[in-house]
């Protein structure tokens, strides 16, 4: 079956970086589209960015533009978080999603029903 399991979180100060790792089994790695989504205390749940299946587009949330950057690793299974400039209100726990031949699932909170598979999430949390 498949699985996911997310890495990499940690308490920061602001301003600083983070790096979250998600490795993936039981899965065609480019038959899914895989992302990250986050949910802060007592907020909803917040695509952060996905790239859809096959590789096609990378989508991010317009919160993180320009301050995170995702990528894979074909050979380990891995997805990557790059997270810079950190805010505090990123913070939250960041989970790792997976849609069998999904397409920009993270762009919607709709999209979030549709994923296949998560984790159990990693914590970041961002000082002031």
């Known amino acids: 079956r498949v699985q996911v399991v997310e890495s990499g979180g940690g308490l920061v100060q602001a301003g600083g970086s983070l790096r979250l790792s998600c490795t993936a089994s039981g899965l065609t790695f480019d038959d899914y589209a895989m992302g990250w989504f986050r949910q802060a205390p007592g907020k909803e749940r917040e695509g952060v960015a996905c790239i859809t299946w096959r590789g096609g587009s990378t989508v991010y949330a317009d919160s993180v533009k320009g301050r995170f950057t995702m990528s894979r690793d074909h050979a380990k299974n891995t997805l990557h978080l790059q997270m810079n400039s950190l805010k505090t209100e990123d913070t939250a726990m960041y989970y790792c999603?997976?849609?069998?031949?999904?397409?920009?699932?993270?762009?919607?909170?709709?999209?979030?029903?549709?994923?296949?598979?998560w984790g159990q999430g990693t914590l970041v949390t961002v000082s002031s």
């Open positions: 999603g997976a849609e069998h031949y999904g397409g920009p699932w993270c762009a919607e909170t709709s999209g979030l029903s549709a994923l296949d598979a």
